[in-house]
């Protein structure tokens, strides 16, 4: 693959059309900013994290967490476009030095299709299928339908999200750069090829858009012909995916302090686990120096310095393993690859999160009661969708937005409008239908 190429700022529905514009903002900027103003981002703010969405302690959202990713993605992407600028300076007058904002873009994105109440919401829906009530639907759909519901995944539906022509939209859907879409697909493959993770990068409705985007950005295919497509990730998806790891790792640390599941001592600990010897007690230092005694401040400054570490040593080891990348030889995340000491005390972090905080109670508890609201969901709504005709599926299907193709004559199509609808909603909506279709709440007037 090859950097001129794979910078393209064509825009997916606008291929043949001149666009006038009334400013200076590059084409991948617009990207940036359609999103942030866009109400599905904004829907972000009330969606699961990790933690329950806050009370009297505030904790990471989906908004919050995306913010940040995006601001890490900024650096790690300037940060290479200026060493392999160096590197290569005919990329000097093209594109490429733009790949901050392509790869902060993209961030904010990453998480954009992800369901109500975060990983508990995918398996609600996968499980539907496989486990629950809806099984019975595997004989009345195709094989690559039932591949994409029964491994529904965040990332596809992202994808989903920005390249799919919802009805009422105009162009047909967010109408984003090449560039900027081949970023987020983390799994560049068919749900066909899923496994046992439950991974892949866009449903089959969205396969030849996919394809479309791929080949003309350059991005080598490893499938053969009629076998499930199969790609190597474009180069700026490592950025986005060594941002997301950065943020979520080190920022759950810090959310876990601050509910006190992790003691002052211990979050200390991880968090200066980054550094050698010498730079630890600089840090510490230089907390002294600066009179910061409250603990959360404390944190506050040693996570800052964890990041800065980790996003430093990510962009040197992207820049190091440029060749590979290119080649689609790669093998892992790029921190997977990053030197000691930041890659045992990265391990360590992930270790005490899976011990300590994501089998907290406050998570399984906001996970089991969010499985359950989902599942109820998924019930009733694809109840509604596979028998139109009756009286109670016209009430709920009149309560659908008309962007979502729930009156399709097409079964699969009214099947994928229901998990367009449900996965869209924020977790404080999707609560709230579930109580008022259970007779739980009536809407005061």
Not at 78 to 83: F, I, K, L, M, Q
Not at 363 to 369: F, G, I, K, P, Q
Request: aromatic share 10%; with cysteine.
């Amino acid at each position: 693959m090859n950097w001129q190429q794979l910078i393209s700022n064509k825009r997916l529905g606008q291929e043949e059309r001149h666009i006038e514009r009334h400013d200076d903002r590059s084409e991948f900027k617009r990207d940036y900013d359609r999103l942030i103003f866009s109400a599905p981002f904004r829907r972000m703010q009330n969606k699961t994290q990790v933690f329950p969405l806050p009370g009297s302690i505030f904790v990471h959202n989906r908004l919050t967490h995306s913010l940040e990713v995006a601001s890490v993605g900024m650096s790690l992407g300037n940060d290479v476009a200026a060493a392999l600028t160096k590197k290569h300076p005919e990329l000097a007058d093209t594109l490429f030095p733009e790949i901050g904002t392509i790869v902060s873009t993209a961030c904010l994105a990453h998480d954009m299709g992800n369901p109500p109440f975060g990983h508990s919401g995918e398996k609600a829906i996968q499980t539907f299928f496989t486990e629950g009530k809806g099984a019975y639907l595997k004989e009345q759909v195709s094989r690559e339908l039932w591949n994409d519901i029964t491994h529904f995944e965040g990332n596809a539906n992202a994808f989903r999200l920005l390249a799919h022509r919802f009805k009422g939209r105009r162009d047909g859907g967010f109408v984003m750069t090449y560039t900027t879409l081949a970023s987020i697909v983390k799994y560049p493959y068919e749900s066909s090829l899923a496994g046992s993770h439950g991974k892949f990068g866009f449903f089959n409705t969205e396969a030849h858009t996919f394809k479309k985007i791929a080949d003309e950005l350059g991005i080598l295919c490893k499938s053969k012909p009629g076998e499930p497509l199969v790609y190597a990730r474009h180069p700026l998806v490592y950025l986005v995916e060594a941002a997301d790891d950065i943020c979520y790792e080190i920022m759950d640390i810090e959310d876990s302090h601050k509910l006190k599941i992790l003691s002052f001592e211990k979050t200390k600990e991880l968090l200066l686990g980054f550094f050698d010897e010498t730079i630890r007690n600089s840090i510490e230092q230089r907390i002294i120096d600066e009179g910061i005694t409250d603990d959360n401040e404390k944190v506050i400054y040693m996570r800052a310095c964890a990041i800065g570490k980790l996003e430093n040593v990510c962009a040197h080891t992207f820049i190091e393993h440029e060749e590979e990348i290119l080649n689609g030889t790669f093998q892992g995340c790029l921190i997977d690859h990053i030197p000691e000491p930041q890659h045992s005390a990265y391990k360590r972090c992930t270790e005490v999160s899976i011990q300590k905080i994501y089998k907290s109670k406050p998570v399984l508890d906001v996970e089991l009661s969010g499985f359950k609201i989902m599942e109820t969901l998924m019930e009733i709504m694809t109840e509604a969708a596979v028998h139109p005709d009756r009286f109670y599926s016209r009430q709920l299907i009149s309560r659908v937005s008309s962007q979502y193709d729930i009156t399709s004559p097409d079964l699969e199509t009214r099947i994928m409008a229901v998990i367009d609808y449900i996965s869209g909603m924020t977790d404080v909506y999707a609560l709230d239908i579930y109580q008022k279709i259970n007779g739980i709440s009536l809407p005061i007037v």
